[in-house]
Antibody, heavy 122, light 107 residues
Framework: EVQLVESGGGLVQPGRSLRLSCAAS????????MHWVRQAPGKGLDWVSS????????DYADSVKGRFTISRDNAKNSLYLQMNSLRAEDTALYYC???????????????WGQGTLVTVSS | DIQMTQSPSSLSASVGDRVTITCRAS??????LNWYQQKAGKAPKLLIY???SLQSGVPSRFSGSASGTDFTLTISSLQPEDFATYYC?????????FGQGTKVEIK
């Protein structure tokens, strides 16, 4: 059974840093790209960042570029998101999501964690 | 960035109703369109990928279709457990973008 368990969220002041973790199990972690997706309270889904299986390809939403860093440790089956210079608008539930790939090359999020809440407030 | 526009933003329906939700992409995305269901307080769940492929374990009352830049999610006979918010998402190019969501409520 695929499991994704996020941790590291909490209340942080604007301008400070936080590091999120996602522990993966139930699949061969280093075979798949992974993503972070966030959801502000009462709002929709917002893709944040992605990392390929070997960390060779990394991408960010413009809203977090230069402030957030995604990484992974395949030996530990873990995904991370280092968040620096946090802003009030970064307040959200942060989901870790596994990328699936269809036979025609399409991509999707086939498994999601339960999320970890990040609140940025003074 | 590719904009995804869902309609309606909400709808009220009864058990047994046929429900249709539409998603329009701001440019061509081939069939790189996915649909998710999110229940209150829960993580999203993949329903449909590649516009019309049913994810394993998802009931067959859910279906997806595509016509140009317009995509449709259909629930053939709404069940009590289907009351939720539905999102479309394009994976044609980064940033991967979502529609704003359609909340399906009980009439």
């Amino acid at each position: 059974e695929v499991q994704l368990v996020e941790s590291g969220g909490g209340l942080v002041q604007p301008g400070r840093s936080l590091r999120l973790s996602c522990a993966a199990s139930g699949f061969t972690f280093d075979d798949y790209a992974m993503h972070w997706v966030r959801q502000a309270p009462g709002k929709g889904l917002d893709w944040v960042s992605s990392i390929s299986w070997n960390s060779g390809s990394i991408d960010y939403a413009d809203s977090v570029k230069g402030r957030f860093t995604i990484s992974r440790d395949n030996a530990k089956n873990s995904l991370y998101l280092q968040m620096n210079s946090l802003r009030a608008e970064d307040t959200a539930l942060y989901y870790c999501a596994k990328e699936g790939t269809g036979t025609t090359g399409t991509h999707y999020f086939d498994y999601w964690g339960q999320g970890t809440l990040v609140t940025v407030s003074s | 960035d590719i904009q995804m526009t869902q309609s309606p933003s909400s709808l009220s329906a009864s058990v047994g109703d046929r429900v249709t939700i539409t998603c329009r992409a701001s440019q061509g995305i081939s069939r790189y369109l996915n649909w998710y269901q999110q229940k209150a307080g829960k993580a999203p769940k993949l329903l449909i990928y590649a516009a019309s492929s049913l994810q394993s374990g998802v009931p067959s009352r859910f279906s997806g279709s595509a016509s140009g830049t317009d995509f449709t999610l259909t629930i053939s006979s709404l069940q009590p457990e289907d009351f939720a918010t539905y999102y479309c998402q394009q994976s044609y190019s980064t940033p991967w973008t979502f529609g704003q969501g359609t909340k399906v409520e009980i009439k």
